[in-house]
């Protein structure tokens, strides 16, 4: 199983990103797709999260909102548009997978068996 996440960049405070995470594999492997992210000096974070059986998404409280992870299965990619973005929103993300996580362990980061690299986002302020 392969995630490769991409559409980081450099945005100003009130702007926008999106960003993919492409999987490939074994697409039972990928039931549930996860956005971390981690900021400098920080601990990696959870962000938003979607289960591709029944199509539930999970937010963090800082991200809800602004944040809107969404799938295209046909592409086996899942997204993550980012609004109202700001600096505070600086980081590193990750996406991750796993094939089966439960409600109570789906915002832990040690929950998901395959990562892939992660995309910097940098807002201005």
């Known amino acids: 199983v392969q995630l490769q996440a991409s559409g980081g960049g450099l945005v100003q405070a009130g702007g926008s990103l999106r960003l993919s995470c492409a999987t490939s594999?074994?697409?039972?492997?990928?039931?549930?797709v996860v956005w971390f992210r981690q900021a400098p000096g920080k601990e990696r974070a959870f962000v938003a999260a979607?289960?591709?059986?029944?199509?539930?998404?999970y937010y963090a409280d800082s991200v809800k909102g602004r944040f809107a992870i969404s799938g295209d299965s046909a592409k086996n990619t899942v997204y993550l548009l980012m609004n109202t973005l700001r600096p505070e929103d600086t980081a590193v993300y990750y996406c991750?997978?796993?094939?089966?996580?439960?409600?109570?362990?789906?915002?832990?980061?040690?929950?998901?068996?395959?990562w892939g690299p992660g995309t910097l986002v940098t807002v201005s302020s």
């Open positions: 594999g074994r697409t039972f492997a990928t039931q549930v």
């Open positions: 991750a997978a796993d094939p089966a996580i439960g409600l109570s362990t789906v915002r832990l980061s040690r929950s998901y068996k395959y």
């Open positions: 979607i289960r591709w059986s029944g199509g539930s998404t």
